[in-house]
Structures are given as C-alpha cells and as structure tokens.
C-alpha cells in the first residue's frame, strides 16, 4: 500500500500507467477530429473563393485536456484509493480490538461494530492476524476471555454478530483473565471503548487502559464518528 497523507492507493502499481499520459496526449493532437459531411455549395460561390494554404485540423486544446482527465480519474479508480487510511503497523503485527460490550455501549452499536469492521477490513488487506476482546462478561456463566489469534477475515463475522449485554462492562475481571492468557508479543491495540468509567476512581479503566499498553501502541475511540485517540 502507498500511502501519501490522508490518501492512500491499495494497488499503487496502476500509477506507473500515468506515464503514459504524454504519449496518450501526443497521439490524440496528432490525430485530427472526424471529418464532418458539409453539403457542396454552388459553383458560383466557389469562383469567388480565394485559394490559401491550408493546414491539418486538430483536436481542440480543451478536448485533449478532458479526455487526459478521464484518463488520469481512470488510472486512479484502478489503483484503488482509500481515504483516511488506518496507518499500518509492520507487515504480520497483530491487531488486538477490545469492545466495551455492556449495557452501556448499546448507544451506537451498529455504527461501533461498522467502525470495527472497518478496521479488520485493514487489517485483512495487510495480511494481519487479530484478536478480539470483549470487557463484558458471558451470560453463560463462562470466564473472560479473548479469541484466539486468526485471520482478521475469520473475525470480521464474529464482530459483526456480537450484540451488547444487558449488564455493565467488568474491566477487572478482564484484567485478571488477560493475564493468564495467550497473546501477542507484538501488536498494535484500538479499543472501541463506551467513554465511561466503572467507579468514581476510574480504576478498573486506567488498569486496563495499562495492561493494553504493555502490548504495544493504544489507541482508544469513544465514539464511531471521532478520531482515533493513541494514548
């Protein structure tokens, strides 16, 4: 992927095709518009006609300039354009996603799991394994734990079916079962988080928000439609 600030090209080898673009303009200038079918005049207007050198039509200047714009937009769609582009970790880095599923991250839900599959989708396109974890409890009675590492395209229907619970997020439980579980070394960590503190202290949050760092670059939003906030 190249990427050139907020604008980035999955395919960028398509690019090289705007070299071209010269030569692309030199053939249609060289190229004279199609002949149009003129009715002959009569003959007495033609003795009044007054020979002059003539020269080779061509193609008027801005119709040259809107076929290369076609041209370039074409070459562009083709190297595929991401806008505001999740910046890629090294190549095989792991994404750790953490989503506070309890009662209080209903608000939004479908936007914040939108938000998530979007950032496996990046994930996927770089080749990067993921992990899930959930901040609430299982209704099952089941301990806390995260996903096993796999491919982010086997978690993007995994995300896409999680539903909130009706109880709050238990983030020092979490903390507690993550640390008897198996995850990567290396990984960059977004945390799609409800905004919201589980005590008066913040604790539990801050504790958490700790331990996510220890297992590489966090990032933290609040809300589907902000910025990602790295902490």
């Keep these: 992927m190249l990427s050139l600030g907020a604008l980035a090209f999955a395919t960028p080898w398509a690019l090289a095709a705007l070299i071209g673009l010269p030569v692309l303009w030199w053939l249609l200038r060289i190229t004279p518009p199609q002949p149009r079918q003129v009715t002959f005049p009569p003959l007495r207007l033609l003795l009044l006609l007054k020979p002059k050198e003539e020269t080779p039509a061509h193609t008027p200047w801005w119709l040259l300039l809107l076929r290369l714009l076609i041209a370039a937009l074409a070459i562009l769609a083709l190297a595929e354009p991401i806008l505001n582009p999740q910046v890629a970790p090294r190549d095989g880095q792991a994404l750790v996603l953490v989503i506070?599923?309890?009662?209080?991250?209903?608000?939004?839900?479908?936007?914040?799991?939108?938000?998530?599959?979007?950032?496996?989708?990046?994930?996927?396109?770089?080749?990067?394994?993921?992990?899930?974890?959930?901040?609430?409890?299982?209704?099952?009675?089941?301990?806390?734990?995260?996903?096993?590492?796999?491919?982010?395209?086997?978690?993007?229907?995994?995300?896409?079916?999680?539903?909130?619970?009706?109880?709050?997020?238990?983030?020092?439980?979490l903390v507690q079962a993550l640390l008897q579980a198996r995850l990567p070394d290396s990984a960059s960590v977004i945390w799609i988080s409800d905004g919201l503190r589980e005590d008066e202290t913040g604790e539990s949050t801050y504790t958490l928000a700790e331990f996510l760092q220890r297992l590489g670059p966090l990032s933290v939003i609040t809300s589907p439609d902000d910025a990602t906030l790295a902490l």
């Design 100 to 173: 506070d599923d309890g009662w209080t991250g209903a608000p939004h839900w479908r936007e914040k799991l939108a938000r998530a599959d979007e950032l496996l989708e990046g994930a996927e396109r770089n080749g990067r394994p993921a992990v899930l974890i959930t901040t609430a409890a299982p209704g099952n009675g089941e301990a806390m734990q995260p996903s096993l590492l796999m491919p982010a395209a086997e978690l993007r229907p995994i995300v896409a079916g999680l539903q909130p619970k009706a109880w709050v997020s238990d983030r020092a439980s």
